[in-house]
T-cell receptor, first 111, second 111 residues
């Protein structure tokens, strides 16, 4: 059983909708990450949080807004997305910024 | 040049075959190296870390050549269950410790 959970697992939204992705880790890790995985492309790091502080924003458009209320929870708020934002969004956590454990992902489709 | 580059796939091999994956990385300051495995429509999972001295885990052997900035993964006696995409991953501390993923090499093991 993975120690990192993500909800929802699938999401279909229109371009004018606002939705949020949730990630929770039960591993006692201090760092959490959002990645985007599009078809036939490498994983793209979006955001990094260390001890609830954002330490990396990899030039992500402002229509993606992360929130990390504590070391165990991470959100990705979505608004006015584009069809090209359709992808698998993966959350990960780590203790030492080295080995990362991934959640099952949210498969997002933007219509 | 991509930061982490892998053999383009897919690799189609019969059961019992030995298969080798190659990976090169561009940043000589990279410190940690990993192979992750990703099954179809699932999240990546750590397969093994890669150490300078080389390391083996059952049928899997990983090698690192820092001088050539080259990483390899050897799978012996391949099983049907080895079918997956194998991701070469590099951690570079001078980039905030973030993981850089290769695009992955798909392996399909046939009966």
């Amino acid at each position: 059983e993975t120690g990192v959970t993500q909800t929802p697992r699938h999401l279909v939204m229109g371009m004018t909708n606002k939705k949020s992705l949730k990630c929770e880790q039960h591993l006692g890790h201090n760092a959490m990450y959002w990645y985007k995985q599009s078809a036939k492309k490498p994983l793209e790091l979006m955001f990094v949080y260390n001890f609830k502080e954002q330490t990396e924003n990899n030039s992500v458009p402002s229509r993606f807004s992360p929130e990390c209320p504590n070391s165990s929870h991470l959100f990705l708020h979505l608004h006015t997305l584009q069809p090209e934002d359709s992808a698998l969004y993966l959350c990960a956590s780590s203790l030492t910024n080295v080995e990362q454990f991934f959640g099952p992902g949210t498969r997002l489709t933007v219509l | 040049r991509k930061e982490v580059e892998q053999d383009p796939g897919p690799f189609n091999v019969p059961e019992g075959a030995t298969v080798a994956f190659n990976c090169t990385y561009s940043n000589s300051a990279s410190q940690s190296f990993f192979w992750y495995r990703q099954d179809c429509r699932k999240e990546p999972k750590l397969l093994m870390s890669v150490y300078s001295s080389g390391n083996e885990d059952g049928r899997f052997t990983a090698q690192l050549n820092r001088a050539s900035q080259y990483i390899s993964l050897l799978i012996r006696d391949s099983k049907l269950s080895d079918s997956a995409t194998y991701l070469c991953v590099v951690n570079t501390y001078n980039q905030g410790g973030k993981l850089i993923f290769g695009q992955g090499t798909e392996l399909s093991v046939k009966p």
